[in-house]
């Protein structure tokens, strides 16, 4: 099973910006689809955005088009989280997953449904505030 670890979390200003990173250890994210959740307080967690590490197709939330962009690193075995323009709406906890093995260009146009991804991180906080 994958081992993911998030990290770059912490607290932002409203407008402002942060980047999580979801390193992978143990095995390589090659071929799998990695995706970005998050779950706020008192709420059910929701799907933030995902990529394909083969061809690098995208998919994000209506919740964060324009604002958020998804991007790997194959080298470096790396998926990374860029959040701009950030809105109170979106303190939450965000998890990284891995899923989809072999076919991550189909997890990924399915729209990166939570029952394909298998392998979790520990989650990192963001919080959103002035």
């Known amino acids: 099973q994958v081992q993911l670890v998030e990290s770059g979390g912490g607290l932002v200003q409203p407008g402002g910006s942060l980047r999580l990173s979801c390193t992978a250890s143990?095995?390589?994210?090659?071929?799998?689809?990695i995706a970005w959740f998050r779950r706020a307080p008192g709420k059910e967690r929701e799907g933030v955005s995902c990529?394909?590490?083969?061809?690098?197709?995208?998919y994000y939330s209506d919740s964060v088009e324009g604002r958020f962009t998804i991007s790997k690193d194959n080298a470096k075995n790396t998926v990374y989280l860029q959040m701009d323009s950030l809105e109170s709406e979106d303190t939450a906890v965000y998890y990284c997953?891995?899923?989809?093995?072999?076919?991550?260009?189909?997890?990924?146009?399915?729209?990166?449904?939570?029952?394909?991804?298998?392998?979790w991180g520990q989650g990192t906080q963001v919080t959103v505030s002035a």
């Open positions: 997953a891995a899923g989809g093995w072999g076919a991550p260009a189909t997890t990924v146009k399915d729209k990166c449904r939570e029952s394909d991804f298998l392998s």
């Open positions: 990529i394909s590490t083969t061809d690098g197709s995208t």
């Open positions: 143990g095995y390589s994210l090659r071929y799998y689809a």
